[in-house]
T-cell receptor, first 113, second 114 residues
Framework: EADIYQTPRYLVIGTGKKITLECSQT?????MYWYQQDPGMELHLIHY???????EKGDLSSESTVSRIRTEHFPLTLESARPSHTSQYLC????????????FGPGTRLTVT | AQTVTQSQPEMSVQEAETVTLSCTYD???????LFWYKQPPSRQMILVIR??????QNATENRFSVNFQKAAKSFSLKISDSQLGDAAMYFC???????????FGKGTHLIIQP
């Protein structure tokens, strides 16, 4: 399995709380991604990064924000969690260039009550 | 925008038999990559196989092979000698040159009957 890690794996939190989902990779990949996987299992790109200090919004509009201060770290933050944010969040990384496959983390399953 | 369609929400196959999962896509680009990913229950998504659009030869990886029909924009996955460990969600994904991230289909849930 790839060296990409996500914490926590499971999180149940109340409405209005601020949360940060952690993602780290040890492969030295420049590109990192966040996908949201809905209960029907469909995946949508919500954020990506080309490298340090680069962040871009993906295809699916999201109230979350991301930062990329270090190559290996790409955290996702929700300032005020809502029940509509309940989902699985998958982090992925890839080397530079669009021809390479992405390596996925194990995911964080978030439930907002 | 590119779209990826997997028309089989669920497939079932007997152990040791062969199964084919369908995928079609829509793009105006001439150069792109296609992937099949496997997501076992509660486990990480892993790459099964990939295909470069400029290559006419179909990709193969052990028991996994694809049937890539560029003109028809079709990219099916064939799993031979199905094993219990093949049970998972399978996602077809597209990567184009001008965009970033992967565009995924909705997935096919593969069940292996012992």
């Amino acid at each position: 399995e790839a060296d990409i890690y996500q914490t926590p794996r499971y999180l149940v939190i109340g409405t209005g709380k601020k949360i940060t989902l952690e993602c780290s990779q040890t492969m030295g990949h420049d590109k990192m991604y966040w996908y949201q996987q809905d209960p029907g299992m469909e995946l949508h790109l919500i954020h990506y990064s080309y490298g340090v200090n680069s962040t871009e919004k993906g295809d699916l509009s999201s109230e979350s924000t991301v930062s990329r201060i270090r190559t290996e770290h790409f955290p996702l933050t929700l300032e005020s969690a809502r029940p509509s944010h309940t989902s699985q969040y998958l982090c992925a990384s890839a080397p530079q260039g669009w021809a390479y496959e992405q390596y996925f983390g194990p995911g964080t399953r978030l439930t907002v009550t | 925008a590119q779209t990826v369609t997997q028309s089989q929400p669920e497939m079932s196959v007997q152990e040791a038999e062969t199964v084919t999962l369908s995928c079609t896509y829509d793009t105006s680009e001439s150069d792109y990559y296609l992937f099949w990913y496997k997501q076992p229950p509660s486990r990480q998504m892993i790459l099964v196989i990939r295909q470069e659009a400029y290559k006419q030869q179909n990709a193969t990886e052990n028991r996994f092979s694809v049937n890539f029909q560029k003109a028809a924009k079709s990219f099916s996955l064939k799993i031979s000698d199905s094993q219990l460990g093949d049970a998972a969600m399978y996602f077809c994904a597209y990567s184009g040159g001008g965009a970033d991230g992967l565009t995924f289909g909705k997935g096919t849930h593969l069940i292996i009957q012992p």
